[in-house]
């Protein structure tokens, strides 16, 4: 049988969320047909276009880069139908009416040729009324395929079959979501919200019913169920205005209609409030206003005031400082499993909130099982996916261990589902296990564990065992990973690179090179690769005038990166979110780099008064200097590397990296992929291995002297005039021009690699001595943005 291809996918409906799929799909490298109703008058597209327009002048962007808009065409349904033949999956986007939808298929089946994929985004339309009257082939190749919004960030893709698709239609989808889609793609029943709304919106519910009964107010709750409980900040209530509450509400009631069975559902009771918002049309963002308000009045910090509902007096009321020990807590605790056994501790109303929330989400999600699911991990994998959750909620009961999640399941009034105690009978103590980097979960049916599929293409290293681990210190770990190739793991916190890491990797090629393996990948797990230097040790060295000490650390800063460069093994880096100052340095440096597209590449020094100096900045004349083509005019390519760096430009995803230099495509690959990313950068180690050879260091490298220097000068000056910059940020520009330009040689020249380092760490001491800069460091120390001075 000929292996399936999707090149091409069309996309029916521009609304809101097919616009954004159509963005994404072409994101990642799709030709796409977005295609809805014909628009009155002489412009039949001119509904789709607009709604395009719009989706693609969102922020943040719903794009991986603004460039790629070109591979999206649009039409209309009654035009252009029949371009359907040429698209290898069609994705129907429309409104959520059974008999719209089902007149839609009936009108393309005749245009979609045989054997393409068909499938709905439908979210609360059983998916096997959908097919109804439609041909066998289309029955075959059609299912569910539910995406989160917005489908850019939200890695969630849920695929339902029916009962007449193909079994090679639905794993080719599986694979296909995960791996050219980046999304975490979970296999799920036909049954009401399928996975993650039914566990999310039932849990919102519960949330929205202990607030009023514990006397709660909405700010204090979205704290609690937000970052307490490792979710994001819009917790419950801001959550349910983002989404809007009206849908929210609807999903609830299509819930207890079509859910007779569950008597979680049924015993639901939505507080007052809900109908008082939904009465007065205040649904959230959409309609201005929902359990939050946004005001024109500003805070002493220059803030707008945002006022939240109080549920008794139905009033927005501003945020009164609560002074629950629960919450004080929350912020103490760093670690998540720690944090969730103490806040269970508490004794305050937040304390029983936790309690209860979880008790309630551990009853409710293993009364599901088997009816949504077979697989534990499909359910930890929604809700991580599809609503960011830190921890799924069978990992949030091995968190707090099984015999305390039975005690909050009974005190909240519940009753443990049979087989959960029959689990407990049985000696079974975890719904996961791990050894040597394999994760099996527990099998409900069969009582043992099976493996978590496509493991072995997610390296996940804090499954590893203790003696996979060859060195450590303690803000670096160095794995092996296998096939001869070693894993350098950054742990300090925010990875913030400091002394630790730097000694680490220094020492992490030394074993690699001494003890033969095949190469160094140098990659996390963590939510971001790297927020840079450790800020914190920098500023203290320059408050405290220590600048040999300084002129030393950033010795071994620059020494490092070149060590990388210079090795004689292959070394690889695996990025993922904030990739920012030294972080984008290392990667630099590297013989390639394998990043995960949603990594947010930049070098970021000059919001604190300084300029790259762990080799960025040479690098970027190193760049530049290979670049230059006898007899081509090359200044408007030395003033593009200049500004990314003079004004602190981050790529807002991996393919932006490109445009702005911080990629090659010559050695770098972006991974859509985010949990197979390690496992690429050590396919890339291995693939190198063989072959290397170790580089030279470069003794010729073309610098432009004062003929750039001049003009590079002028531009900053140009920034100035504009208002695009500020004094300090003038004298800091001509930093960087100095050392891109090789100093103030009278002309074009070649000169070493060591000599552009040496310019670059003059240029950043001086910088430190600078009272400007001491006030960029701290105001960033203490508030965690920069300062414009």
């Not at 109804?132 to 489908?151: A, L, V, Y």
């Not at 020494?559 to 990388?564: D, G, I, K, V, Y």
């Not at 063989?690 to 432009?704: A, G």
């Not at 000169?751 to 009272?771: I, M, N």
Request: net charge negative; charged share 25%.
């Amino acid at each position: 049988m000929m292996k399936r291809k999707i090149t091409s996918i069309a996309v029916l409906g521009s609304g809101l969320m097919g616009s954004a799929l159509a963005a994404h799909f072409a994101g990642c490298g799709f030709e796409v047909l977005l295609l809805d109703l014909a628009s009155e008058g002489p412009d039949r597209n001119k509904g789709v276009n607009e709604s395009l327009r719009r989706c693609l002048t969102s922020k943040p962007s719903n794009i991986y880069s603004k460039k790629f808009a070109s591979r999206i065409k649009t039409g209309n349904f009654e035009d252009d139908l029949q371009q359907l033949r040429k698209y290898d999956w069609i994705l129907e986007v429309i409104i959520e009416k059974l008999e719209i939808k089902k007149d839609l298929y009936e009108k393309i089946e005749p245009y979609r040729k045989t054997g393409s994929l068909i499938s709905s985004n439908t979210s609360g339309i059983p998916i096997n009324l959908l097919t109804e009257g439609r041909s066998e082939d289309f029955k075959k190749h059609f299912c569910g395929t539910h995406f989160f919004n917005p489908p850019r960030y939200l890695r969630l893709l849920e695929v339902i079959p029916t009962h007449d698709t193909d079994p090679e239609v639905t794993r080719f989808m599986m694979s296909f979501g995960a791996e050219f889609l980046g999304k975490q793609t979970v296999l799920c029943k036909d049954t009401p919200a399928f996975i993650a709304n039914r566990i999310g919106v039932v849990s919102m519910s519960k949330a929205f019913e202990l607030t009023q009964r514990l006397g709660l107010s909405v700010q204090v709750v979205d704290k609690l169920s937000g970052p307490a409980l490792g979710r994001p900040k819009s917790g419950t209530f801001r959550l349910t205005d983002i989404v809007g509450l009206d849908t929210a509400v609807m999903v609830i009631r299509d819930l207890q209609k079509n859910c007779p069975e569950d008597k979680h559902v049924q015993q639901l009771n939505l507080p007052g409030c809900i109908d008082f918002l939904l009465q007065n049309k205040w649904f959230g963002d959409k309609s201005g206003k929902g359990f939050y308000e946004k005001t024109n009045r500003k805070d002493d910090k220059g803030k707008p005031v945002i006022l939240g509902l109080d549920l008794s007096s139905q009033q927005h009321v501003p945020e009164v400082k609560s002074d629950l020990e629960s919450l004080k807590l929350s912020r103490q605790i760093e670690d998540l499993s720690k944090r969730l056994r103490a806040l269970i501790q508490c004794n305050d109303a937040g304390g029983e909130f936790i309690r209860q929330t979880l008790g309630f989400l551990l009853a409710y999600t293993a009364d599901r099982i088997p009816e949504i699911t077979e697989n534990l991990y499909a359910v930890d994998d929604a809700m991580k996916n599809g609503y960011a959750w830190e921890l799924g909620p069978f990992e949030y009961w091995d968190a707090i261990g099984l015999e305390m999640g039975l005690e909050l399941i009974r005190a909240s009034g519940e009753t443990p589902s049979n087989w959960v105690v029959q689990m407990q009978s049985n000696g079974v103590k975890s719904f996961y296990q791990h050894s040597d980097g394999m994760l099996t979960c527990y099998n409900p049916v069969s009582g043992k564990y099976d493996p978590v599929p496509d493991v072995e293409k997610k390296i996940t290293i804090n499954l590893l065992a203790g003696e996979k681990l060859v060195y450590s210190n303690p803000e670096l770990k160095l794995w092996d990973i296998g096939e001869g190739v070693l894993c350098a793991e950054f742990c300090s916190k925010y990875n913030a690179i400091g002394e630790g890491i730097l000694n680490g990797l220094n020492e992490s090629v030394r074993i690699a090179e001494e003890q033969q393996w095949q190469g160094l990948v140098i990659g996390n797990n963590a939510p971001n690769f790297t927020v840079g230097a450790n800020l914190m040790l920098i500023g203290m060295l320059a408050f405290q005038q220590e600048y040999d000490q300084l002129d030393m650390a950033v010795r071994l800063f620059q020494n490092t990166s070149m060590r990388l460069r210079y090795s004689s093994i292959p070394v690889i880096a695996v990025t993922q979110g904030y990739v920012f100052g030294g972080g984008t340095e290392f990667l630099m440096h590297c013989d390639g780099a394998v990043c995960a597209a949603e990594s947010y590449i930049g070098l970021v020094e000059v919001g604190v008064g300084l300029i790259p100096g762990g080799g960025g900045t040479k690098e970027f004349a190193m760049r530049f200097a290979d670049e230059i083509r006898e007899g081509e005019v090359m200044i408007p390519q030395l003033i593009q590397k200049f500004r990314t760096i003079a004004t602190a430009s981050v790529a807002t995803s991996a393919f932006e990296a490109y445009d702005l230099g911080y990629l090659s495509a010559q050695r770098d690959v972006v991974s859509l992929d985010l949990k197979a990313a390690i496992y690429h950068g050590k396919q890339k180690v291995i693939q190198l291995a063989p072959h290397y050879i170790r580089p030279l260091q470069r003794t010729e490298v073309m610098v432009l002297g004062r003929s750039g220097l001049g003009t590079l000068q002028a531009a900053a000056h140009t920034m100035y005039r504009g208002g695009y910059a500020s004094e300090h940020d003038v004298k800091i520009a001509n930093k960087i021009a100095y050392v891109l330009c090789g100093g103030d040689l009278s002309a074009p020249q070649m000169v070493s690699e060591q000599y552009l380092l040496d310019l670059e760490r003059e240029a950043f001491l001086s910088l430190c001595t600078e009272p400007k800069t001491m006030e960029r460091i701290q105001f960033m120390l203490e508030n965690n943005k920069p300062l414009r001075n």
